[in-house]
C-alpha cells in the first residue's frame, strides 16, 4: 500500500484508507461483529487511516474503532504513543446547526465524548463536520481549535466541506492540517482549485464519496431499492442533509446510465469500484480516499484498489463523462 503524508499533520498514512459511516448503522444494519472484521480486512491489506465522525451511530463507528483498537494493539496507532493506524473523527453535526454553537465550551464537551468514545487521550485529527458556511471563516473557531492542541485534547485539526468555496476559506488558515471533501469521477470540481491551493500550502485532502455511495460499482440499475434506513433512500431529496452526500448529487437514473459507460471504457478484469478510487488516487494532491465497506470483501477490494494502475486513457475518459453528463447540472452547486 502506498504511504502519502497526510497534509500539516505530518503523519504517514495509506493511500486507501476506510470510511466508517457505515459501521454507525446509517446506510442499514451492520452488525459489531462484521464491523469489526471490516476494521480487520482493511488492517490487513495495508490500511492505515480511519476516517469517523461523532455523529456516525450516534458514537457507534467511534465505539467500534476504539473496541478495535484496544483488542488489537499492534496494530493500533496514532497519538498516545501508538504507532501505526491514524484516526481522524468529525465533530459539530449532533446539535442544532447554528454558528453560535461553534464554540470552545462545546469542542471540549464534543472532543471529550469521542475521546471516551475512542478510548483515547488525543484525537489524531478532528474535522469540524459540514457546519454552516460561515464557521469557516470565523477567526474565534480557528482560535479554539488552536486551544484544543494547545492542551493535547486533539494533536490536530481540518475541516470537512460541502462545497469548494468553504474548502479554499479552511486552506488560508495556517492551522488547518486536512481538508476532506467530495471527489470522484461524477465530481470533479475540486480539480480546479481546491486540489493546486492545497498542494501550494501543505494541506492534506480527505477524498470522499469516491464511488458516488455506490453509483460506481457498477452494481445498480434504475430499479435497485435501499433500506429504508439507508440514505440513499431517504435523502435522495436533501431533507435530512446536503443532498450532495448521496450519490454526490446527481439524478440516479442518469448515473446509473453514466456508470454504465464508465465501466465499458475499463479494460477486461478491472472492476469498476477499483478504477474509480484508483483514479481518485491518481489526482496529485489527494493524501488519502476512504471508500467506505461492509464486509471483508469490499475491504480488501477497496485497498486493492490501491496499487492497481490507472488504466490508460482513464483520466480524459472521465473527464469527457462529467462534461457529457454532469457539468451543466452539478459544476456550480458544490
Partial sequence: MQQRTLGRTGRSVSVIGLGTWQLG????????????????????AGVTFFDTADVYGDGRSERVIGRFLRENPDAAGGSNGRSGITVATKMGRRGPQDPAEFTLANFRAWTDRSRQNLGVDTLDLVQLHCPPTPVFSTDAVYDALDVLVEEGAIANYGVSVETCAEALAAIARPGTATVQIILNAFRLKPLDK???AAR???????????????????KYTVNTEFAADDHRNYNRDGSAFD???????????????????????????VAP??????????????????????SRAQAESNAAAGSLPLPEGLDDNVKDLYDRYFRDAIHDRW
Fill in 25 to 44: 448503522a446509517d446506510w442499514g444494519d451492520v452488525d459489531e461483529d462484521a464491523a469489526l472484521d471490516v476494521l480487520a480486512a482493511s488492517v490487513d
Fill in 194 to 196: 481546491v486540489l493546486p
Fill in 200 to 218: 501550494e500550502a501543505g494541506v492534506g485532502i480527505i477524498a470522499r464519496v469516491p464511488l458516488a455511495s455506490g453509483l460506481l460499482s457498477g
Fill in 243 to 269: 443532498v450532495g452526500e448521496t450519490f454526490s448529487g446527481v439524478d440516479f437514473a442518469q448515473g446509473i446510465d453514466a456508470a454504465r459507460e464508465f465501466a465499458s471504457l475499463l479494460p477486461e478484469g
Fill in 273 to 294: 469500484s477499483a478504477a474509480a478510487i484508483a483514479w481518485v488516487a491518481a489526482q496529485d494532491g489527494v493524501s488519502a480516499v476512504i471508500p467506505g465497506a461492509r
